[in-house]
């Protein structure tokens, strides 16, 4: 099994059962991310990755990711990059996640600092506590059509 896959091995298996899930990398347009999801009545997206031990972004984050992610979110949408951290020496392997304003921080090279950084197994419930917390919702009433009533 490739690294990456080991992330998205791990969405399959843990998140999937609890909602929708979709994967969606190299079927679409650039940018677009690996997953979109429907979790606890939200929608969003995920970008899936293998992030190196040294703390550095991986080279396959482009801006094009983050522009696409960035303009989803201006727009009321979700986004977040999922990362599984290589173990190296004494740094243990450790699952993070990034929203947008911390994944461009970490592209550009600036100080950042993970939605969720947890070391040992997989993290599903803090993960879909992130992902779509409770008491927050992106489905929205709609305004009845003109010459309706209700």
């Known amino acids: 099994m490739t690294e990456k896959n080991q992330v998205n091995e791990a969405i399959a298996t843990h998140l999937r059962p609890l909602g929708l899930w979709r994967r969606w990398e190299g079927v679409?347009?650039?940018?677009?991310?690996?997953?979109?999801?429907?979790?606890?009545?939200?929608?969003?997206?995920?970008?899936?990755?293998?992030?190196?031990?040294?703390?550095?972004?991986?080279?396959?984050?482009?801006?094009?990711?983050?522009?696409?992610?960035?303009?989803?979110?201006?727009?009321?949408?979700?986004?977040?990059?999922?990362?599984?951290?290589?173990?190296?020496?004494?740094?243990?392997?450790?699952?993070?996640?990034?929203?947008?304003?911390?994944?461009?921080?970490?592209?550009?090279?600036?100080?950042n600092r993970p939605v969720l950084m947890v070391t040992g197994p997989f993290p599903r419930d803090a993960l879909v506590e992130a992902l779509a917390p409770l008491g927050s919702s992106t489905i929205r009433d709609l305004p009845a059509a003109r010459g309706t009533t209700g």
């Open 28 to 111: 679409v347009g650039s940018g677009q991310p690996d997953w979109d999801y429907w979790l606890r009545r939200q929608h969003g997206w995920l970008e899936a990755k293998i992030l190196p031990a040294s703390g550095n972004p991986p080279d396959h984050l482009t801006l094009e990711q983050i522009l696409w992610a960035e303009e989803e979110v201006r727009w009321g949408g979700r986004w977040h990059l999922l990362g599984k951290r290589l173990a190296a020496g004494l740094k243990p392997a450790a699952w993070l996640l990034y929203d947008v304003a911390g994944a461009r921080a970490w592209l550009d090279g600036t100080a």
